[in-house]
């Protein structure tokens, strides 16, 4: 099995794996995203002989991690063949993607997986949140504030006026927003804009600046939101109005990919009536790989902990990446000191983007002080070197924006 970098004359193959592995997959909607240039620098391919097997697409990617930025590698599809499956292809790519990820000083790979549990082996942990809603209109409350801004709306496709608006509210976000805001390639950016059912709605103020935005469809009275964001309050109750406007056409909403801080309060005037009820259902997905800890590490830490705490990290994949490392006193480093705690690469994930807390991650036993057997799972006292840890490392609201 020969595996090397592919180009977009192999695009045709790459669909026909595509086809046969995703059901989902609709060639011509995807047409734009095959046909960027911007798509093609990390595309990798398996051949068995001169015949592609298996495919493999990631491209740089910037995203914030507790506000600051990193360049990333985004992993936005892997597919293999059916009969080829099982054999290690999907490892054997992902090692050569780290290798040359690591090579450009790359420090994260990102993916949206369809097999959590392949990924968790492979060293991706669970690094954001989001939620999705789903609620009947008269959940909705009518109470809405002052807001003193426009909404603009219409169709994406075709309307250079909408698409603009998209992408100044998209740089407003980037700039503005505490979460994990992404800056994608081309070929992901601008793919919305070659949809034929999607619109957006834009709340701006009388200078034009952005201070909310949402895309969403419609069909059959029901109005898919596939992303809803704001800048301050007064965005949010634009936003709001702008879908109280659609009693007449809209009977239920569904809100996908939405924040874990959601100002729920402000939206709903109950979670339940009359036989209708808010659902708000987990949606995370997005997992993170991290390729080299001690950067990271020094990068994410904060540096005003006058304690210290010795942590050894186990990584089945990249042997490199066992390390023991000691973390406090404004910095980071490598240390040959019995270790405090123990912790997997997966699990180094959520505790560096603020996902989940060092004392949570102890007490589910992923956070170890000794044997995972030995935590108390009722009224006990935190150790001291969980609550160090979390002092360097406090949880942090996190949410997929993308």
């Given amino acids: 099995m020969e595996i090397r970098r592919i180009d977009s004359s192999y695009k045709d193959k790459i669909v026909e794996i595509f086809l046969m592995s995703f059901e989902y997959f609709e060639p011509e909607e995807s047409e734009f995203f095959f046909s960027d240039p911007s ?6 391919g398996a051949f068995d002989d001169e015949k592609l097997v298996a495919a493999y697409i990631s491209y740089k990617y910037l995203a914030k991690i507790r506000t600051k930025p990193f360049e990333c590698r985004y992993v936005e599809a892997v597919a293999t063949l059916p009969e080829y499956r099982n054999k290690g292809i999907t490892k054997a790519i992902l090692l050569k993607d780290i290798q040359e990820a690591l090579q450009s000083g790359v420090n994260f790979l990102m993916l949206d997986p369809f097999k959590h549990d392949f990924y968790v082996r492979l060293g991706f942990g669970l690094g954001f949140e989001s939620l999705d809603f789903k ?48 800056i994608e390639i081309n070929a992901c950016s601008q793919e919305i804009f070659h949809m034929k059912d999607l619109f957006g709605a834009v709340a701006v103020d009388k200078a034009g600046m952005p201070h909310a935005m949402m895309v969403y469809r419609k069909k059959e009275r029901k109005m898919k939101v596939s992303n809803f964001s704001f800048i301050d309050l007064a965005g949010l109750f634009a936003l709001k109005r702008f879908m109280l406007n659609h009693r007449d056409q809209i009977a239920t909403f569904e809100m996908n990919r939405m924040p874990p801080d959601f100002p729920v309060e402000l939206f709903f005037h109950s979670r339940w009536q009359a036989g209708k009820d808010l659902k708000i259902e987990d949606a995370s997905s997005r997992m993170v790989r991290i390729l080299d800890p001690l950067p990271v590490i020094k990068e994410l830490m904060n540096r005003s902990i006058s304690e210290t705490v010795v942590i050894k990290i186990k990584d089945k994949l990249l042997p490199q990446n066992n390390l023991t490392i000691e973390i406090g006193k404004g910095t980071a480093r490598l240390s040959e000191a019995p270790n405090d705690l123990e912790i997997t690469i997966s699990d180094l994930t959520p505790l560096l983007t603020g996902r989940l807390s060092p004392t949570r991650l102890w007490r589910h036993g992923r956070l170890r002080t000794d044997s995972w057997k030995n935590v108390p799972w009722g009224i006990s006292e935190v150790p001291e070197k969980v609550k160090v840890l979390e002092s360097i490392f406090p949880p942090f609201i996190t949410h997929n924006a993308n």
């Fill in 135 to 182: 609620f009947d209109f008269s959940l909705l409350s009518d109470e809405i504030e002052e807001d003193n801004l426009n909404i603009v709306s219409g169709k994406l496709l075709n309307s250079a006026e909408m698409q603009e608006l998209i992408e100044k509210a998209r740089k407003v976000l980037w700039e503005t927003s505490r979460y994990t805001e992404a």
């Fill in 39 to 44: 798509l093609w620098e990390y595309v990798w």
